[in-house]
């Protein structure tokens, strides 16, 4: 079956260093997006993709990019991870505008 | 896109249908109302969505009103499994797909 994975599902880091969450889908989808949840709050987009390099940036996007040199992947970068980047990221995928997206499982994130 | 007001949570008898309520006042033409949820520590899993008309799936049935101000989602025999956070979104056509979360409605099924 076509899925969304993302990787890893957890990842404990220190200030400052870069690190990369993946996110891989296999239904051939153009959009992909990337969100982050804090506790009790809802979904906010960080970064999205409506195509291969297509880029564009969310309503959170300071201190993160991201790169789309294929379909089936959105990498996240997080390019000097600070404590307040702690938090629970999503990636998502749909095929087009008014159709459903499908979330990743998440990937939980502590800066430490 | 307009905003979305709903109950901070309400409660659910297992087996009994749920309605969740939400208003959407300043909804355009162009506007969809989508409902997600999500199950603790998991990915939101989309539920239904529609225009104007009346939508059912096997999951639920969304219920617009006639000058599209509010909507319901039904949930028709509740389980402990639909124990989720609910959230009514509502998207205009042509921003591709992406989505404004709020707080949603922490629904919870009891036995």
């Known amino acids: 079956d076509a899925e969304i994975t993302q990787s890893p599902r957890h990842k404990i880091t220190e200030t400052g260093r870069q690190v990369t969450l993946a996110c891989h889908q296999t239904?051939?989808?153009?959009?992909m997006f990337w969100y982050r949840q804090d506790l009790g709050h809802g979904l906010r987009l960080i970064h999205y993709?409506?195509?291969?390099?297509?880029?564009n940036k969310g309503e959170v996007s300071d201190g993160y990019s991201v790169s789309r040199s294929n379909t089936e992947d959105l990498p996240l970068t997080l390019e000097s991870a600070a404590s307040s980047q702690t938090s629970v990221y999503f990636c998502?995928?749909?095929?087009?505008?008014?159709?459903?997206?499908?979330f990743g499982q998440g990937t939980r994130l502590t800066v430490v | 896109d307009a905003k979305t007001t709903q109950p901070t949570s309400m409660d659910c008898a297992e087996g009994r249908a749920a309605n969740l309520p939400c208003n959407h006042s300043?909804?355009?033409?162009?506007?969809?109302v989508y409902w997600y949820r999500q199950i603790h520590s998991q990915g939101p899993q989309y539920i239904i969505h529609?225009?104007?008309n009346n939508e059912t799936n096997e999951m639920a049935s969304l219920i617009i009103t006639e000058d599209r101000k509010s909507s319901t989602l039904i949930l028709p025999h509740a389980t402990l499994r639909d124990t989720a956070v609910y959230y009514c979104i509502v998207r205009v056509a042509g921003d591709g797909g992406k989505l404004s979360f709020g707080a949603g409605t922490t629904v919870t099924v009891r036995a």
């Open positions: 993709s409506y195509g291969v390099q297509d880029t």
């Open positions: 998502a995928s749909s095929r087009a505008e008014n159709t459903e997206a499908f």
């Open positions: 239904w051939n989808h153009n959009n």
């Open positions: 300043t909804i355009s033409g162009n506007e969809y």
């Open positions: 529609g225009l104007k």
